[in-house]
């Protein structure tokens, strides 16, 4: 049974259930059907390309675009559609679309798509009646259900080839973990486009048959009110989405009661923001860990086995190893790269058979530029990425280690570190902050603080002071976009 069929015999045990809710109206499960439909006929008649694109806000639009296309046994692109002018031109050009399922005021926020390629604007068609004939095609395990284009840190963008097999794999991995049933109320802000956002916070709930709550935008007073009125059982965001909320001015101690689960999930989460959000609202994040190519989730620290700085032990038929420099495996505690096979995991990157063959080792294992440990109970805990390792007078050294320093002090709010090059010991830590509201740039005390708990080769040379840190669509810190010449305001 494919995606498709598995959604629609979900959503037809409960037609008129109100299976999704975004900021402008309430869809129950047989409206995503037919809406879904329809938009395959529209499709359909407009092109013959193997892959369609997708460019919709958080919504439940989104879900009955999916459906349309997997109708048809299309591939489905999503497109994240705050990437730059240039980068979404040479998605839509690299994924072969001649056709982009979107709405009008996203297009205004866009500008228009390139020459050639139709935009299929469902805020402009008709969903009344009974929806035309469309062709149905089954899509097969193996073939690509969704093509997703990494951020472009590196470089150009690249499509990650998930399978029908791969999602399905670890819908099924998440649900037999965390224990997700159809009485769970989901709510969700994480782009569409982002895996995470497509597997946990979109397919995820339509295969079981749980509510879910959208909103197209991340406003701290928005989600407070969206708890307080859906009573949510689940939250999946990033640490910076919950340092704002644990900050927010009109946050109550049991807006979040109802939840049993809240998992952070993108990059490390700091202890400040771990603590003070318990210490507001009461609730223990978890973390989690998760890369596009991997479906996403491969780990997830349970509430009831919370570990500080542990992203958990890995999901059911994930096998984590690992691996140092020379490619032995490393025990407990033991420092290496990360490498995941399992059949969440991608068969490889669009079009681009080298670095296909680049990321995967000679046992099969995804090579994910991560560096970790795991300690004697299968418990994975994250400590950087591999090229932002920091090497300093001959020492390794994580950006990590001093960011979470950093983020302690009571007035920053976020933190990023790079190297900055040094004639003598090749390089140097560089720390640029992001303040809480109201408070001072004192660089002096910030290294102060840092000397308190760091080696002295840790401590950064120079603290910046950034009115915000740059950070990709799903609000991550992109340390790749801060150099030496990026210039901190006092």
């Known amino acids: 049974m494919d995606l498709h069929d598995r959604i629609r015999r979900s959503l037809l045990r409960r037609p008129f259930h109100p299976i999704v809710v975004d900021d402008l109206r309430a869809w129950r499960s047989l409206m995503l059907l037919l809406v879904g439909r329809h938009l395959a006929a529209k499709i359909a008649a407009v092109s013959d390309r193997p892959r369609v694109g997708v460019m919709l806000p958080t919504s439940g639009l989104f879900p009955a675009a999916l459906l349309a296309g997997w109708r048809l046994g299309r591939t489905v692109v999503p497109l994240n559609y705050l990437l730059s002018k240039d980068d979404l031109a ?55 259900a969704v093509l997703l284009y990494t951020s472009g840190t590196s470089g150009r963008p690249k499509g990650v080839i998930l399978t029908d097999a791969n999602l399905q794999a670890n819908i099924d991995q998440v649900v037999e973990w965390v224990h997700f049933s159809r009485r769970d109320v989901m709510l969700g802000v994480l782009p569409q486009f982002h895996t995470f956002g497509l597997t946990v916070l979109t397919l995820l709930p339509l295969c079981l048959g749980c509510r879910v709550v ?31 909320l644990r900050l927010a001015k009109s946050a109550q101690r049991d807006d979040f009661a109802s939840l049993r689960f809240a998992v952070a999930g993108g990059e490390p989460l700091p202890d400040a923001v771990s603590d003070g959000f318990h210490e507001v609202f009461g609730v223990r994040i978890c973390e989690g860990y998760g890369l596009t190519e991997t479906a996403p989730v491969t ?17 059911p038929g994930v096998e984590e190893r690992i691996v140092s420099d020379d490619g032995r495996i490393l025990g407990p505690g033991e420092e ?58 001959g020492e390794n050294v994580f950006p990590r280690e001093i960011e979470e320093v950093l983020d302690r002090h009571p007035s920053v709010k976020s933190s990023a570190v790079i190297g900055q090059p040094d004639p003598s010991r090749g390089e140097v830590p560089l720390a640029f902050v992001e303040l809480v509201e109201g408070a001072e740039f004192d660089e002096t005390a910030l290294r102060s603080h840092c000397r308190e708990t760091l080696a002295q080769y840790k401590v950064p040379r120079e603290i910046r002071h950034l009115d915000e840190l740059p950070r990709n669509p799903t609000g991550k810190i992109m340390r790749r976009a801060l150099s030496p010449e990026t210039p901190g305001v006092r």
């Open 214 to 244: 959208y909103t197209a935008k991340f406003m701290p007073k928005r989600i407070l009110e969206l708890a307080r009125e859906h009573r949510p059982t689940a939250f999946i965001g990033i640490p910076s989405m919950y340092n704002a």
């Open 336 to 393: 290496g790269e990360i490498r995941i096979k399992g059949p969440n995991v991608m068969p490889g990157y669009f079009k681009r058979p080298e670095e296909t063959a680049a990321a995967f080792d000679d046992e099969g294992f995804l090579r994910t530029g991560d560096m970790g440990r795991l300690d004697a109970d299968g418990f994975l805990s994250i400590t950087g990425r591999i090229k932002e390792m920091l090497i300093i007078g």
């Open 90 to 144: 040479f998605v839509i050009e690299d994924a072969e679309l001649d056709a982009v399922v979107t709405v009008g005021k996203m297009l205004e926020f866009t500008g228009p798509l390139p020459e050639g390629v139709t935009p299929i604007l469902m805020d402009e068609m008709s969903f009344s009646g009974l929806p035309p004939a469309a062709p149905r095609r089954h899509l097969p395990a193996d073939d690509p």
């Open 299 to 315: 780990n997830v620290c349970l509430p009831d086995e919370y570990r500080p700085h542990s992203v958990g032990r890995a999901v």
